[in-house]
């Protein structure tokens, strides 16, 4: 087993990269984290909620010798309803799609049924690199971590395959990110660049705007509840009658829950609660944007959307 702590040497006659590597694993185990330590920019929501990602993200890192660009999906789980069959997926669908996989596992969480169940499906796949990345090493001891490492190792042996690296990283702590980037980088193909040079993310802005919204709207919410919900921005217009130095943009988004009976959560006493996530999540779009913003935040019941091709369809799955 070789585990990564240093970047390979540099090739004598320098070429250029650019390919797609994306990331998979469980729920939680910190793909959209990493993804945004990579980029060194939020361009996917994260939080400890599973299954916070809900489409796939494109974060794209440029670099003199390779524009590597990553592609943060969903946490592959066991579905409960439609939203979960339609997530699992498009895992799938994008991995088939990649130069290289990333199969990311939290250092802190022993091995268990669904990483299995995740290795096994990549060993399945037989044209693709897969690297194994262990996150948040932070929270670990070294002894932990080691074991960690030689489990990681084991469990591809065990399917019949061997990983073409397995890297200890930590998102938060910013250890061993950009080693990781080092190493992804030498399994793409060689190419020009495919976006843009500062291009960070292909994301639509309203696509971005209703993430940061659901983010703020996550937080602090228990139980069932972080599922249920679902942003959508209707509407993103300039104010008119405003001097060209004082702009604004009037931002109208729903969010959407499944029950009657969820509303007074969302909504808190008073109304409170919508209140601080409309705050929170106006904080962010300005400094995304670079504008100030008027944000009008309502509240919707989408019946069991999750379990609703329709209500699906018009939420944008
Ligand atoms: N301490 C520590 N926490 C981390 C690290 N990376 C991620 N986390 C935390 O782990 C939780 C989940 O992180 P996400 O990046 O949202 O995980 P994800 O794999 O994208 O989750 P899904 O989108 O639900 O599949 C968040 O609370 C993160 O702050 C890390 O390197 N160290
Ligand atoms: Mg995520």
Redesign the pocket.
Known sequence: MSVRTQSPQPPEQAVHRAGFACFV??????????TNALVGKKV?I????????RHTVRGIVHRPDAQLILV?T??LHKPRTLLGERLNDVVRTTWAEVDVIGF?LPANEKLGPGDRFIAKELASIKKSPKVAIV?????VDSKTLAEQLIAVDQLAKELGFEWAEIVP?????EKQVDLLADLLVPLLPEGPALYPEGDLTDEPEQVMVAELIREAALEGVRDELPHSIAVVVEEMLPREDRPADKPLLDIHAFVYIERPSQKGIIIGPKGKRLKDVGIKSRKQIEALLGTPVFLDLHVKVAKDWQRDPRQLRKLGF
């Not at 994260?46 to 990602?53: A, E, F, G, K």
């Open positions: 694993g469980r729920p939680n185990a910190g793909k959209s984290t990493l996917a994260t939080s400890n909620r599973p299954q916070t990602t943060d969903p946490g990311c996150t948040k090493t932070d929270l990283v930590s998102a938060v702590g």
